[in-house]
């Protein structure tokens, strides 16, 4: 089946570490994204990419870094440098940016101890 | 940059009763508008999109939506809620006002929807 591969569901760090959430698609789309959610403040954008080998900053990069080294990947590193890490990370794709609409995988929660 | 304002954060219906999310939005070129679903610890769901065509948009579950130019609005409903129906929905725009913008896609705050028997 086709969709959006998202792992680990849940991680845990400690503060001062680096993570990287892994997000990986088969449905041959261009367009990858990073959404960031927190109660009551919808999705937030963090990064997104719609070609191979490049990205484009969302509203709240700070804190964040991306690849896009290959068409079905786009893993999220999560720097020391986040303040409030501690959040549900959802990654999404499209077949054309803006477009068509957004699949999104299962999401990875973040929790920072 | 467009944006889009979804009225009220939480709603309660009977179940059997109409439902009705509001959603409007900002832009000064013709928007592409989605609603989205979510159950808890997971992602989204696309219910329904307009993209120009038919300004009366049906979706899954029986939902639909209504693309009214004139009031900005692009408003979710649904005739008889179910319990199934208890999940957040989320309205979201494609931003195509200009080219830094292109590919972005903006999203409301959400709605959680609680069916009551």
């Known amino acids: 089946d086709g969709g959006i591969t998202q792992s680990p569901k849940y991680l845990f760090r400690k503060e001062g570490q680096n993570v990287t959430l892994s997000c990986e698609q088969n449905?041959?789309?261009?367009?990858m994204y990073w959404y960031r959610q927190d109660p009551g403040q919808g999705l937030r954008l963090i990064y997104y990419?719609?070609?191979?080998?490049?990205?484009q900053k969302g509203d709240i990069a700070e804190g964040y870094s991306v690849s896009r080294e290959k068409k079905e990947s786009f893993p999220l590193t999560v720097t020391s440098a986040q303040k409030n890490p501690t959040a549900f990370y959802l990654c999404?794709?499209?077949?054309?940016?803006?477009?068509?609409?957004?699949?999104f995988g299962e999401g990875s929660r973040l929790t920072v101890l | 940059a467009q944006s889009v304002t979804q009225l009220g954060s939480h709603v309660s219906v009977s179940e059997g009763a109409l439902v009705l999310l509001r959603c409007n939005y900002s832009?000064?070129?013709?928007?592409?508008l989605f609603w989205y679903v979510q159950y808890p610890n997971q992602g989204l769901q696309l219910l329904l999109k307009?993209?120009?065509?038919?300004?009366l948009v049906k979706g899954i579950n029986g939902f639909e939506a209504e693309f009214k130019k004139s009031e900005t609005s692009f408003h979710l409903t649904k005739p008889s809620a179910h319990m199934s129906d208890a999940a957040e929905y989320f309205c979201?725009?494609?931003?195509?006002?200009?080219?830094?913008?292109?590919?972005?896609?903006?999203f409301g705050a959400g709605t959680q929807v609680v069916v009551t028997p």
């Open positions: 832009s000064s070129v013709p928007p592409y």
């Open positions: 449905l041959n789309h261009d367009a």
């Open positions: 999404a794709s499209s077949i054309v940016a803006g477009v068509e609409e957004l699949f």
């Open positions: 990419s719609q070609i191979v080998n490049d990205f």
């Open positions: 307009y993209t120009s065509a038919a300004t």
């Open positions: 979201a725009v494609s931003d195509r006002t200009s080219a830094d913008s292109w590919g972005k896609f903006q």
